[in-house]
């Protein structure tokens, strides 16, 4: 079961909350919010699983059915992973950005990053201004 809360489930849940204390039965929600009985029941059930609402078996207009009355709790929300940042303006000068070889260049191949005079120097001279630093 997905634990993130979907538009109506928090739309069912608020609706709930906004019952109070007396709550209301399951067969009048569905029918005030305008959705089927069948999604009234599968998000009250996920409600319920989560802690949101609880639902008391009753009798309500000669039918069987529960009264739901919410748990206030506030609504949980996914957060969204944060972007690394990367800060490219340091790999401008390396000398593979201008390279015009840079699409024959692999390892293993004529062109090769790891024999590569020109890339080896300008790592060299980074690790001397990190050094330079500390
Ligand atoms: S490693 Fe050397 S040859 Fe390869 S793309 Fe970079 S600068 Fe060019």
Redesign the pocket.
């Known amino acids: 079961m997905q634990k993130e809360l979907t538009e109506l489930d928090k739309k069912v849940y608020k609706y709930v909350l906004s019952k109070g204390k007396e709550g209301i039965p399951q067969n009048v929600l569905w029918k005030e919010l305008k959705i089927t009985s069948r999604d009234a029941s599968r998000v009250l059930k996920k409600l319920e699983m989560l802690g949101y609402v609880k639902r008391e078996p009753i009798i309500y207009g000669g039918r069987r059915t529960y009264r739901v009355i919410a748990i206030p709790k506030p609504i949980e929300t996914k957060k969204k992973p944060s972007m690394p940042i990367i800060d490219f303006r340091k790999y401008f000068d ?3 950005m201008v ?4 699409d024959k ?1 692999y390892q293993g191949g004529y ?3 790891t024999t ?4 080896t120097e ?1 790592i060299q001279i980074e690790i001397s201004r990190k050094k330079a630093k500390t």
């Not at 390279?99 to 840079?102: F, V, Y």
């Not at 590569?116 to 890339?119: A, F, K, N, S, V």
């Open positions: 390396i000398p593979c390279c015009p070889n840079i260049c062109f090769d990053p590569c005079d020109l890339l300008w």
